[in-house]
C-alpha cells in the first residue's frame, strides 16, 4: 500500500463547477498536510496547507483534512480555465510524501 | 526574493555519464530536499540536507548524493546515469519541517 493515494484523473469539468480534489493517507505520523498546483513542466506551487486536522479557506480554495479518516481534500468554488493544471496532494513528518497528482481541465 | 532557483533548467547526458545539479533555497530557509518526478508521477523524495548533513534517504541508489554548503545551497550528483534517471529534478527548500516551496526543476535527459 502507498502512504499516500490519489486518484491521477483526469477530471475534466465546466467552468463554475465546483471541483473536489481528494487523498488518503496511511501514515498516522504525518503532521502537515499540503496541495499543490503544478502546471506543465514546472514546479509544483504550494496551494495552501494545514496543520493537524480541521478546514482552511483561501478565497476560492478549501482545505479538509480528517485524520481520523486519515482524508484530505480539496474544494475549489467557482472553478476557471486558468484552474487547469495538475494538483497533488502531500503530506509531511518533516518529508513530503506525494500522491501522483490528480489532472484537471476546466472547460470554458 | 527569488525563491528557490535550480540550474540549469534542461540538461542533456549519455548513459554512464555523471551530472551535477545545483539549487540555491529561498531566503531564511535552512533545509534543502531532493525530488525526482518521472512524467504522470508525483514527486519522488531522494534526499533532504540541513546544517550540511544529510538528514533522511529516500528509496534511491548511492549513485544518487548530495552536498550542501554554508549559505545554504545544495547540489544533487547522479553518477552511472541510466536511462531510466530522465527525468525532472526538483529542489525545495524549507525552514525546518514546515512545508517546502520548489524550484522550477532541472529537466534531465539521458540518451
Known amino acids: 500500500q502507498k502512504e499516500v493515494e490519489q486518484d491521477p484523473g483526469p477530471l475534466s469539468v465546466p467552468e463554475g463547477a465546483i471541483v473536489s480534489l481528494n487523498c488518503t493517507y496511511s501514515n498516522s505520523a504525518f503532521q502537515y498536510f499540503m496541495w499543490y498546483r503544478q502546471y506543465s513542466r514546472k514546479g509544483p506551487e504550494l496551494l495552501m496547507y494545514?496543520?493537524?486536522?480541521g478546514n482552511k479557506e483561501d478565497g476560492r480554495f478549501t482545505a479538509q483534512v480528517d485524520k481520523s479518516s486519515k482524508y484530505i481534500s480539496l474544494f475549489i468554488r467557482d472553478s476557471q480555465p486558468s484552474d487547469s493544471a495538475t494538483y497533488l496532494c502531500a503530506m509531511s513528518a518533516a518529508i513530503g510524501r506525494f500522491g501522483a497528482g490528480t489532472r484537471l481541465t476546466v472547460k470554458p | 526574493d527569488a525563491g528557490v532557483t535550480q540550474s540549469p533548467t534542461h540538461l542533456i547526458k549519455t548513459r554512464g555519464q555523471q551530472v551535477t545539479l545545483r539549487c540555491s533555497p529561498k531566503s531564511g530557509h535552512d533545509t534543502v530536499s531532493w525530488y525526482q518526478q518521472a512524467l504522470g508521477q508525483g514527486p519522488q523524495f531522494i534526499f533532504q540536507y540541513y546544517e550540511e548533513e544529510e538528514r533522511q534517504r529516500g528509496n534511491f541508489p548511492d549513485r544518487f548524493s548530495g552536498h550542501q554548503f554554508p549559505n545554504y545551497s545544495s547540489e544533487l550528483n547522479v553518477n552511472a546515469l541510466l536511462l531510466g534517471d530522465s527525468a525532472l529534478y526538483l529542489c525545495?527548500?524549507?525552514?525546518?519541517?514546515?512545508?517546502?516551496?520548489f524550484g522550477q526543476g532541472t529537466r534531465l535527459t539521458v540518451v
Open positions: 525545495a527548500s524549507s525552514l525546518g519541517v514546515k512545508p517546502s516551496i
Open positions: 494545514t496543520y493537524s486536522s
